[in-house]
């Protein structure tokens, strides 16, 4: 990609002093957050609006409109990702600083996780639009799509796409072997076109990502704002355990081979392999499927995934290590079949120095205090920290509660990590320009 003239654009401070007094509309961010909450609404609870699914398309949809009526400009690329940019520049013209989240979320997940981060961005553009604030290197903002993986299994479905580390995209399917071109499709992507969705290595010039911190520690502190500097890195087993289904009054206990009580040794040892041996971080069997599931049949097989976690790669390396020895055992001691197969793996990243120190400006300006923290959560941001610096805004979680119902944050601290992405913005264009 070409180096522009950035002088030639506007100030290379990016308006951060002259537009200091700038600040998005609070009560618009807050009044979009609760429609977009209602796309989804699950009559158990909380939100299920599966990346891909229907639920997320009509998200991406009244997305699309807000945008219409502010003015700025949509498209939505082969892997289903909503790009939005100003009128007065083509997305695609020079590296430009993107800053999003996704819409989807887990099955009776929170209101805020990744649609907070999209709402923001897009209320960015907005001010910067009708501020017609001029900048070194422009925003463009990105609703991903499938970012959590909970109905097609592939976890940054979007951002692996846009940054081009999705391998093998197509052959992602549902739990049920649906394939994922056909809710492509309904998505509006295009699944023979899906290599398109890979933007040229270096357009992306940096990338900004605020979000709910989805555990405590803000809440606990007191404290309005985090500033990430590192997120964890996942890998996920899907694990098959192969029993034998039998009557389960007729079967003496020697002769089982009971796919249940397999997995349920699996599930305490990879648990233990964090609270025991200290091996990884986390370590969680959250997705397990028994077949045939009747109360009074021996289980004959188990689907289930456990995931860990850590900062550290080397961690994250034993961590895997440690519950696939566990499978070992547990399939030597069961006289079960269990196979393993990592579904999914992300690194673990660190944030961009100058990218913290514009984030603790832009607080520090607003009156903020702030605390460095890392991230426990996954992000798009560590995808696309594969190919550009990343920065990342934390607000407090409610008793930090999220992927549930529960999941909150005060309206006041919605709208200071929004302020705080505006001013992050206007105080990162200095350092991203000097990249270029
Ligand atoms: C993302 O939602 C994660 O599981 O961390
Ligand atoms: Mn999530
Ligand atoms: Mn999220």
């Known amino acids: 990609m070409a180096k522009r003239n950035l002088q030639a654009r506007g100030p290379v401070d990016g308006g951060t002093r002259s537009h200091s007094g700038l600040r998005i509309d609070g009560a618009r961010l807050l009044g979009r957050l609760d429609e977009l909450s209602k796309i989804g609404a699950d009559p158990a609870g909380g939100i299920t609006r599966l990346g891909l699914s229907d639920q997320e398309n009509v998200a991406m949809a009244y997305l699309r409109d807000l945008c219409a009526e502010a003015g700025l400009k949509t498209e939505t690329d082969p892997a289903g990702n909503l790009l939005v940019h100003r009128p007065r520049t083509r997305r695609d013209a020079a590296p430009v600083l993107l800053v999003g989240s996704h819409v989807d979320t887990v099955v009776q997940g929170g209101w805020l996780d990744g649609a907070y981060g999209v709402i923001a961005a897009l209320e960015v553009l907005q001010v910067l639009h009708e501020h017609d604030v001029d900048l070194p290197v422009e925003v463009v903002a990105v609703a991903f799509a499938n970012e959590e993986g909970a109905l097609i299994q592939t976890p940054f479905w979007g951002s692996r796409a846009l940054c081009g580390s999705l391998e093998d995209g197509l052959a992602a399917e549902d739990r049920t072997g649906r394939p994922v071109s056909e809710y492509l499709v ?43 500097d590192g997120i964890v890195g996942r890998t996920i087993l899907d694990i098959d355990v192969v029993g034998e289904a039998q009557h389960a009054g007729t079967t003496p206990m020697p002769d089982r081979r009971d796919a249940m009580v397999a997995a349920a040794g699996i599930v305490l040892a990879a648990e233990r392999v964090v609270t025991e041996h200290a091996v990884c971080a986390t370590a969680t069997t959250g997705y397990l499927e028994a077949h045939p599931n009747v109360t009074n049949t021996i289980t004959g097989n188990v689907r289930m995934s456990v995931e860990v976690r850590d900062t550290d790669p080397a961690n994250l390396v034993r ?25 999914m793996r992300s690194q673990a990243v660190s944030t961009a120095p100058e990218l913290r120190d514009a984030i603790r400006g832009a607080a520090d300006a607003l009156g903020l205090p702030h605390l460095t923290m890392p991230s426990g959560a996954g992000h798009d941001a560590q995808i696309v920290a594969l190919v550009a610096p990343i920065g990342m805004i934390f607000v407090p979680s409610k008793r930090g509660i999220s992927h549930a119902p529960g999941e909150d944050t005060a309206p006041d601290d919605l709208v200071h990590g929004a302020n705080v992405l505006l001013h992050s913005v206007l105080g990162a264009q200095a350092p991203v320009a000097a990249w270029l």
């Open 319 to 343: 961590g895997e290590a440690a519950v696939r020895e566990e499978c070992s055992r547990v399939a030597a001691a069961s006289g079960c079949d269990v196979d393993v197969r990592a579904s």
């Open 186 to 228: 309904q998505a509006g992507g295009s699944p023979e076109h899906l290599a398109d969705a890979a933007w040229t290595p270096g357009s992306i010039a940096a990338y900004l990502e605020l979000h709910i911190e989805q555990g405590p520690t803000l809440e606990r502190l007191g404290l309005p704002i985090g500033v990430v």
